[in-house]
C-alpha cells in the first residue's frame, strides 16, 4: 500500500467515516487506484469523487466509507451492488463478503460495466465466483437472485427507494442507498413492513432506469 493511500484511510479513521476494523482492512487490501481511468492513477488518493466518463464517477472514499458504516456487510452475506460503475464498491464487498458469500453487481452502461468487470477482475473475485456482474437495469433489482441480505447503491433515487428492492431484501436485511442529496438506510423489519434513516448532505449522479448498450 502506497504511503498516500495509508495516509487517505488514516485520514478517514481520524475523521469518524472509518470505524469497522474489517472494512479498514478491506480499504487497505483493495486499492482505489485499481479503479479510476489511468488518466486520473495521480488522482487516485484524493478525498474527493473521478471521472470514469459517460457522466459517472467513482464515489468519493469518504462517501464509500460512510455508507459501508451504514451497510454492515458481513462475511457469508448476498449483497446486491446497484450501479456499480468503477467496481471499487464491488470489489470491497466482494472482500467482506468472502467466499461463503456472493455480491451481484449491475451496471447499465455497457462501456463501464466492461471498465468495472475488468477491474473487479484484477482481484480475481469473478473467476471465484463471489461476484456475478450483470449488464442490466437495476432500477428493478435482480430476482433472479433475490432476497439479499443487504442492497448498496451508488446512484441516487428521486424521491424513495424502489419498492422493487425492498421486495427483494430479505426480513431482517438492510437497504443503504442515495435518495436525491442524502443517504438512506432502510430496515426490512417484517414482510412490508420497513424502518428508515436518513442522512443529508451528500451529492451523487442519479439513478437511471433502461439498460444503455454500446451505439
Given amino acids: 500500500m502506497s504511503l498516500e493511500y495509508d495516509n487517505l484511510i488514516n485520514s478517514l479513521i481520524k475523521d469518524g467515516y472509518l470505524k469497522t476494523p474489517e472494512i479498514i482492512e478491506t480499504f487497505k487490501q483493495i486499492d482505489r487506484a485499481d479503479f479510476v481511468p489511468e488518466k486520473y492513477k495521480l488522482e487516485a488518493y484524493v478525498n474527493a469523487p473521478l471521472p470514469i466518463d459517460f457522466g459517472q464517477t467513482i464515489s468519493q472514499p469518504l462517501t464509500v466509507a460512510f455508507m459501508l458504516e451504514l451497510l454492515e456487510p458481513r462475511p457469508a452475506e448476498k449483497i446486491l451492488d446497484v450501479g456499480f460503475g468503477s467496481g471499487w464498491t464491488t470489489a470491497l464487498l466482494a472482500k467482506i463478503v468472502g467466499e461463503q458469500g456472493k455480491v451481484v453487481a449491475i451496471e447499465r452502461i455497457s462501456e463501464l460495466y466492461e471498465f468495472g468487470a475488468n477491474n473487479i477482475a484484477k482481484y480475481n473475485f469473478i473467476e471465484k465466483g463471489i461476484v456475478k456482474t450483470i449488464n442490466a437495469d437495476g432500477t428493478k433489482g435482480y430476482k433472479k437472485e433475490a432476497p439479499f441480505d443487504k442492497i448498496l447503491a451508488g446512484a441516487a433515487a428521486y424521491g424513495d427507494i424502489p419498492l422493487i428492492w425492498k421486495r427483494q431484501l430479505k426480513i431482517g436485511g438492510r437497504i443503504v442507498a442515495p435518495v436525491e ?25 442519479p439513478l437511471i432506469e433502461g439498460h444503455k448498450q454500446k451505439p
Fill in 181 to 205: 442529496n442524502s443517504v438512506v438506510v432502510v430496515d426490512k423489519v417484517a414482510k412490508n413492513k420497513y424502518t428508515k434513516k436518513e442522512y443529508f448532505g451528500f451529492s451523487f449522479v
